[in-house]
């Protein structure tokens, strides 16, 4: 009787369990963002400003390079005051290139500031695509492949198309329910 009450309650818990599954979808916001007209062109802007940069850069680092050999060949001729005005010259040439090197292209330089204002406006545009396509589809959770690591994927379960769909226009949006916006 006991085995019989166990099996009984296992089914129920099983069954119960099974019922409030949750559908769960997958997209990949980088092919998304990779098949946007307005991302491409956005990050051709932004990939002409780093090689402005660049440019900039090798510009200020050939002119180190000119005047450390120039100063290093006439550094027996000068005395005194103009010695003093070269190496700092020099000096001065150097830090500016570390500064710039890291204001522009360290880990919390301008660009990667402008790639985060860049991918913002479109994260948010892929983020309502995909709460709408979460109501039409029922789903309870969505995973990103950009984030996440996905070893394997029944292609019914891949909702990008569907996101680029909504965001190049291709299928009607439906209205959702008003919801507080995502934390950052």
Do not use: C
């Not at 818990?13 to 599954?21: D, E, H, I, V, Y």
């Not at 090689?51 to 450390?68: C, G, V």
């Not at 020099?90 to 402008?114: A, H, Q």
Request: charged share 35%; net charge positive; aromatic share 6%.
């Amino acid at each position: 009787m006991r085995n019989k009450k166990i099996a009984l309650t296992l089914i129920l818990f099983l069954l119960f369990s099974l019922s409030k599954a949750q559908k769960i979808g997958v997209i990949d916001t980088n092919v998304i963002l990779s098949k946007l007209p307005d991302y491409k062109e956005a990050e051709a802007r932004l990939n002409a400003q780093i090689a402005t940069w660049k440019s900039e850069l090798q510009s200020i680092q050939s002119e180190y390079e000119k005047k450390k050999s120039a100063l290093e060949n006439d550094r027996v001729l000068l005395v005194g005051e103009e010695l003093k005005r070269r190496e700092k010259e020099v000096f001065d040439l150097e830090k500016n290139i570390k500064t710039t090197t890291s204001l522009r292209f360290g880990s919390t330089g301008e660009i990667n500031k402008l790639k985060a204002n860049m991918v913002l406006p479109f994260e948010e545009q892929i983020h309502n695509a995909m709460e709408t396509i979460s109501e039409k589809e029922a789903l309870g959770a969505v995973i990103d492949k950009r984030y996440n690591n996905v070893l394997y994927l029944e292609k019914k379960f891949d909702y990008t198309e569907k996101v680029l769909d909504i965001l190049l226009h291709r299928t009607p949006v439906v209205e959702v329910k008003e919801t507080p916006k995502r934390k950052r």
